[in-house]
């Protein structure tokens, strides 16, 4: 048994972005700097809450984004599950790493395809009948405190071709048949839309969306809003968009472009850059948050700073 890591407050004396209700957009760019807006009409989220990190373009930190917050969470005493959700990368679940109790049968570690197709009911007879898997049953604790990540392999894609009637709803309803407390639930979906992210979107009550400024963003086109307006429209119409993240971000036309362009798509959404940190690569290969690796650094201050601003803890 590995002894657990208490993540710990961010210091003080952190640089943390300054946080305005609107923007002046009147700044002439030498006066204009990384700031987080938080429009009047924002409202922070209350525990227990599920949010999805959500962009259909790749390498946009949606990953870094979800470790980051859930680890934040985590060190606001919160207990915190991780969902993997991208089969193609599996990114999560070998950067935070899960602790599997000691002994248990591979075919026993179960996963998110688990959760969606279920497993033999007698292991011994992997053709036959299957058995539902709950997620409390999928979830497994890290070397972290407060900090449980449902895992995920390639071969979550099997979802894809072995659908069944329910799988859109399979997720939305797993999570609210644990019996297993959490204070939030932070989903990584892919970029790819699949069964599989129409399913995590269903089920988020919030969903986050990074950016990383392009020059299709700035022109108004966040492909990802007109999913996010399907979803709304049909399958989930309580999902909101509660914050616009600008990733990597270094001061440029196009970063204050793609945030203008943001807060006016989503007016009662945060809109924050996550300044560029060198320190967010070097994270995943030591197999801890960034928080943990480089706790002085901007992007950590920024992700530390837009968690705290996004949910409160129910009373
Ligand atoms: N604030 C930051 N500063 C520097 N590098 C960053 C920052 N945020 C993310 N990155 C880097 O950008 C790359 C892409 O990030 P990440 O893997 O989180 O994106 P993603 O949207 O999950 O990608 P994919 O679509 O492939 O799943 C990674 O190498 C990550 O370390
Ligand atoms: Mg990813």
Redesign the pocket.
């Known amino acids: 048994m590995t002894t657990l890591t208490t993540i710990p407050p961010l210091a003080d004396d952190l640089e943390f972005l300054s946080i305005v209700s609107e923007w002046d957009t009147e700044a002439t760019y030498h006066q204009w700097s990384a700031k987080t807006l938080v429009p009047a009409t924002f409202r922070p989220a209350q525990t227990p809450r599920v949010f999805v990190?959500t962009?259909n373009?790749?390498?946009?930190?949606?990953?870094?984004?979800?470790?980051e917050l859930a680890a934040a969470w985590a060190a606001m005493g919160l207990r915190v599950r991780l969902i993997d959700a991208?089969p193609?990368?599996a990114?999560i679940t070998y950067w935070l790493g899960v602790e599997y109790p000691a002994g248990l049968p591979v075919e026993q570690q179960y996963n998110l395809r688990h959760v969606f197709l279920g497993t033999p009911a007698d292991p011994q007879n992997p053709n036959g009948p299957t058995r539902d898997v709950s997620l409390d049953e999928a979830t497994y604790p890290t070397k972290f405190e407060n900090l449980y990540v449902v895992p995920c392999t390639p071969d979550l894609t099997r979802v894809e071709y072995e659908r069944s009637s329910g799988t859109d709803n399979a997720l939305r309803y797993a999570i609210a048949e644990s019996q297993e407390h959490f204070d939030v639930t932070v989903i990584?979906a892919?970029?790819t839309m699949s069964l599989v992210t129409l399913a995590c979107l269903i089920a988020a009550d919030e969903a986050i969306i990074?950016v990383?400024p392009g020059a299709l963003d700035a022109q108004g086109v966040l492909s990802i809003n007109s999913t996010i307006e399907k979803i709304q429209r049909r399958e989930n119409p309580k999902l909101r968009v509660a914050a616009i993240l600008t990733?990597?971000?270094e001061k440029s036309d196009l970063a204050r472009e793609v945030e203008e362009q943001a807060a006016e798509d989503y007016p009662d959404a945060i809109v924050s850059p996550?300044?560029?940190?060198?320190?967010?690569?070097?994270?995943?290969a030591t197999g801890q948050p960034t928080r943990l690796h480089a706790p002085r650094a901007?992007?950590v201050a920024?992700y530390g700073q837009v968690a705290r601003l996004l949910l409160v803890k129910a009373a």
């Open positions: 990190v962009n373009k790749g390498g946009v930190g949606k990953t870094t984004t979800a470790v991208d193609q990368n990114a990584d892919s970029r990074p990383k990733t990597m971000w996550i300044r560029k940190t060198t320190k967010v690569g070097e994270a995943p901007t992007a920024d």
